[in-house]
Structures are given as C-alpha cells and as structure tokens.
C-alpha cells in the first residue's frame, strides 16, 4: 500500500502483530461510544470527533501509529457551569513499545504508546489523544458567561461585605 490507500472504517480493535505489517489506515467519525473516559467530562451539547490512524513499521524497525484527530465537543464552563463548545486537534506520533525502558529510548518527537498485548484497539489511541489535548480549565470568554461577578472597587479589590465580624462575639465575651 502507498499513501493514498483507502482507509477503512474504525475497527473494535487490531492485532498488533499483524496492522503495521499490513499498513493498516482506518479514518472516520468515532461516536462518544466508542470511549470510556471521555465521555464523563462532556456535557450535553455537540460532539464530533472525526480521527486518522495509519499503522506503519518505521525508522529502525519501529511500529509507528501517525494521524491526527479533531474534534468538538462540550464540557462545562468552570465559571458560569452552562456548556461549553471546545475545538480540539492534535497531530498523532506515536511508537508502540512494550514498557516504559523502551518508552525511555525513543527519539524526541515521537511519543510511547506502552502495550503488552496484542490486542490494540484504535479507539482508546484517539481516545488520550483528545484527553492530553483538553485545556486544564475551560471558561467562557467574561462577556460571554453567563454570572454576575462581584463589581470591583476603585482600587480594584473585590467590594467587601458589611457582614459583622464572625469574632466580634468573642470580643464581648472577653468584657
């Protein structure tokens, strides 16, 4: 197979003895069905998620898995809690080794995927790709979110409460 093989759709899984021999290249649509993870930080809202995996033996007899991933999904905004539309893409590098003592040998640029099985499955690859390349936190734009913040004082500070003091009774007491 060349570079312009057709891909096939997303398999359950591949064995891994057999897919970087045979070139393998599965590309298309992957529902929130396809993981297990993922879907847990996801609130309802859109979810696409469109992926590219080519299986190939590399650079010094490495099994390598290249492709990309985008996607769009919706998390909350840890501001405001409403959803959140996030755009998420990331170019895929990644050398299948055994443990992490290989992990350690490979070049820079090219991530471990650490595997003892034979039995890869494409979806969980795509899967830590998308979870590596979600934000720490995600917020609405200020304008966009949909709480009233606290106005700020002159100097900037947050406009304190009038409440009294929670030690102003200990005061008393020690009269």
């Known amino acids: ?20 021999s045979q070139k393998g290249n599965f ?27 080519r299986f190939s033996i590399g650079d010094r007899g490495r099994r390598m898995i290249e492709g990309n991933v985008d996607a769009k999904v919706s998390v909350a905004c840890q501001r405001c809690l409403k959803p959140l539309e996030l755009t998420l ?4 590098r990644l050398a299948l080794v055994q443990d992490e003592e290989a992990a350690e040998k490979l070049d820079n640029g090219i991530d471990p995927w650490i595997e003892a099985e034979y039995r890869l499955n494409p979806a969980q690859i795509v899967e830590e790709q998308l979870l590596l390349s979600m934000p720490l936190a995600a ?6 979110c949909q709480i009233e913040l606290p106005a700020p004082k002159a100097n900037g ?9 929670p030690f102003a009774i200990l005061k008393e007491l020690k009269k």
């Open 89 to 92: 893409a990331d170019d895929i």
């Open 157 to 165: 500070a947050l406009a304190a409460k009038q409440d009294p003091s």
């Open 1 to 20: 197979m060349n570079d312009s093989a057709l891909f096939e759709p997303f398999p359950h899984y591949v064995d891994a003895r057999k897919v970087f």
């Open 27 to 53: 590309s298309g649509e992957l529902g929130k069905e396809k993981f297990d993870r993922l879907p847990s930080l996801l609130v309802e809202g859109v979810f696409s998620v469109n992926a590219e995996l």
């Open 139 to 144: 917020y609405h734009d200020e304008k966009e």
